[in-house]
């Protein structure tokens, strides 16, 4: 384990580490895995520029603000994910679980102010917790138990809503500053985010401990035997993606004025495509905070984009898992696959 | 695979656990049946069996079809953006009211075959690109809802060939044209699963995937094809539907995927692949549609259905799997 402590977040993104290195025979690095951690960023940089060329108003303050605020709640959903992906599992229920934490927080904000939204982050984040806690004692996969739990708390949302949206009007302050407070004239919602995620990147980056979940996706039989629990390992991921559904729960909430039982189901798709095209692989093990970054960045401005070219916004699902099947394709460690299920 | 025995095993033989195990499902039903009877009348009336049955059928296609993934092991939640895609392409080419295209059944084979060929593209990029199938699917269903999205272009193309709708409407000796059709879609794949070799191949496969390909089984083409028998399924719902409706819409299969995994999980078919088939598919669709007609009977909320069923589904795999937890594996 001590290999794995001090590595930085770029090192890990290289398939050849210390851990693979056992696994893989000694082939050295090739060009190929040298570049393609480098390509999500290279996509992103050429896409600007593609753009602010077609639309040279791209880059003004204005829209740079727009593009802030359509970053912040896909970003916290995309990092919550990335835990449970870089385990090798898969959190299909967070965009569920989040569109429930806005219900909540709809409901208690107006009664319990701050400790409404203290209450609705514990909430999600035991969501999360039981999801990981059957995931790991029962051994089932975890796409099938966070399906059922999409379809639990969907309904629970459904059913304690009503099915319909619920304003926020009072008591709308204790969420409201995150929607209209400025720094540098750029909104503090996707500033905070960004800067979540870096403090992530750093945290996984120095902690002793902080590449466990990079380990537990790249050699789950190592880890255990060195001693880790591999239980409470699983649960951790999972209660991570929990508690960042409900905090992107608490900036949607913001950013609507309300909270509905699906407000956050359509982010499910372009936060799994963020993750996934940042260059996290869905097979564990590789991947990172500053990766999922530029994966939600690739996401918002290509959104941007297409309305910018002219492309019909009915094109954007499409596009979304166009580009989720292209980027697993190109990312995917198949050696490690003994069978494709 | 040498595990010490647990309390569980010791009891029971191995004879009464099977028994078990191929029972429960229907004798669940069959509970749930007498209770709901017991509980409101009406529940057994000609009027509601007659609901129940063309409730079921959607279900019972979509499940018939999805059988065959799950047996390899493999999943497909594409199923909704199929079924969306599927019900577009009917509504457009039979005679509408958007464009003058007026194929009749043709249009109809069409839609189907839409199915046919995204469950093609499920299995290439499963088994040729190599990328998980709850991946795949979840992607390829993704650019389903979209293609469906396109084509609806802000307003549902109604459908006005008669022919056509009485497929959906209409019924046949007291029974609904569409409980017969699924009908015939589970004798079909019964079929396929008892006397072809992608049935039989089917269970080997999803038993033990490299000791099939060692027995030289072209695993590869099995697996394409299971796929396409689940895409052809949701193609199939989605002309029911489109039928039924009288229109084709992005958001026409909302809720089948779930209903449909969970029925067939339910009836007793492994998520690991390699044990189940379509008749257990069939008792798990009847207890879903039973269970989801007789809470409203007795009044509960119909948004707590998708909440029980998201929670039958947990326990459903919770329960089948429990017995294998014992073995050190690796489950992501």
Redesign the interface.
């Given at each position: 384990m001590t290999l794995m402590n001090r590595r930085t977040d770029e090192a890990a993104a290289d398939p050849s580490t210390a851990a693979l290195r056992a696994i893989v025979p000694a082939t050295g690095r090739s060009w190929r895995d040298r570049l393609t951690p480098l390509i999500p960023l290279v996509v992103l940089i050429a896409l600007v520029l593609v753009i602010t060329i077609k639309q040279p108003n791209f880059l003004s303050l204005y829209s740079m603000r727009g593009l802030l605020e359509s970053v912040a709640p896909l970003l916290l959903l995309a990092l919550g994910q990335m835990f449970v992906i870089l385990t090798g599992g898969i959190d299909l229920a967070f965009a569920a679980v989040a569109s429930f934490g806005t219900v909540l927080l709809a409901l208690w904000i107006p009664d319990m102010g701050p400790g409404g939204i203290v209450l609705a982050l514990l909430v999600t984040s035991l969501i999360g917790f039981v999801n990981g806690f059957v995931v790991a004692k029962a051994q089932v996969p975890s796409f099938i138990v966070t399906l059922g739990a999409l379809g639990l708390y969907s309904g629970i949302g459904l059913w304690i809503s009503g099915a319909s949206t619920i304003r926020l009007s009072e008591g709308y302050d204790v969420v409201g500053w995150l929607a209209d407070l400025r720094i540098a004239q750029l909104p503090a919602s996707g500033l905070l985010a960004i800067v979540i995620a870096v403090v992530i990147a750093v945290l996984m980056g120095t902690l002793r401990r902080g590449r466990a979940l990079h380990a537990l996706g790249l050699a789950e039989p190592a880890v255990l035997m060195s001693g880790i629990s591999t239980v409470r390992l699983r649960i951790l991921a999972f209660t991570l993606s929990g508690l960042f559904s409900g905090l992107a729960a608490v900036m949607l909430v913001a950013l609507q004025r309300s909270g509905g039982p699906s407000l956050a189901d359509s982010m499910q798709l372009p936060a799994i495509a963020a993750v996934v095209i940042g260059g996290t692989a869905i097979t564990g093990g590789v991947g990172g905070a500053m990766k999922t970054l530029v994966g939600a960045l690739i996401i918002v401005v290509l959104r941007v984009g297409l309305s910018a070219v002219g492309v019909d916004p009915a094109w954007e699902q499409v596009f979304y898992g166009a580009v989720i099947v292209a980027a697993v394709a190109l990312t995917i460690d198949r050696s490690r696959l003994r069978s494709i299920k | 695979m040498t595990h010490p025995p647990t309390v569980d095993e010791r009891r029971l033989s191995p004879r009464v656990r099977r028994l078990i195990a191929d029972a429960g499902p229907l004798v669940a039903l069959i509970v749930l049946i007498v209770v709901f009877a017991v509980a409101n009348p009406v529940f057994v009336s000609p009027g509601n069996i007659g609901i129940l049955l063309s409730q079921a059928a959607v279900p019972l296609v979509i499940a018939t079809g999805l059988t065959f993934v799950i047996l390899?092991?493999?999943?497909d939640?594409s199923i909704e953006?199929v079924v969306a895609t599927s019900s577009l392409v009917f509504a457009l080419t039979v005679a509408n009211d958007r464009n003058d295209l007026a194929l009749g059944l043709f249009g109809a084979l069409l839609a189907v075959l839409a199915g046919s060929v995204f469950g093609l593209a499920n299995g290439l990029?499963?088994?040729k690109?190599?990328?998980?199938?709850?991946?795949?699917t979840?992607?390829?269903?993704?650019?389903?809802?979209?293609?469906a999205?396109?084509l609806?272009?802000g307003r549902s193309p109604r459908v006005l060939d008669s022919g056509m709708r009485m497929l959906g409407q209409g019924s046949t000796l007291g029974i609904a044209n569409i409980f017969l059709i699924a009908v015939l879609v589970l004798v079909i794949g019964w079929f396929v699963q008892r006397f072809t070799r992608l049935g039989r191949y089917g269970y080997v496969i999803g038993g033990d995937?490299?000791v099939a390909r060692l027995s030289g089984v072209r695993v590869g083409r099995y697996k394409i094809g299971a796929f396409v028998l689940g895409g052809t399924a949701s193609g199939i719902a989605g002309v029911l539907l489109g039928s039924q409706l009288g229109v084709g819409m992005p958001t026409i299969g909302s809720g089948t995927m779930?209903t449909a995994?969970t029925a067939v999980?339910l009836g007793g078919t492994l998520?690991t692949?390699g044990r189940g088939g379509v008749l257990r598919s069939f008792v798990g669709v009847l207890i879903i549609v039973v269970l989801a007609n007789g809470l409203i009977l007795i009044g509960v909320?119909p948004?707590?259905?998708?909440?029980?069923?998201?929670?039958?589904?947990?326990a459903a795999?919770?329960a089948t799997?429990?017995r294998?937890?014992t073995r050190?594996?690796?489950?992501?």
């Open positions: - | 390899l092991g493999g999943i939640l953006g990029a499963n088994v690109l190599g990328i998980p199938s709850f991946m795949a979840l992607g390829l269903g993704a650019v389903g809802i979209g293609i999205t396109v609806f272009a995937e490299a779930f995994i999980v998520l692949g909320n948004y707590a259905q998708v909440a029980v069923q998201g929670l039958v589904i947990i795999v919770v799997g429990w294998l937890r050190v594996r690796i489950i992501k």
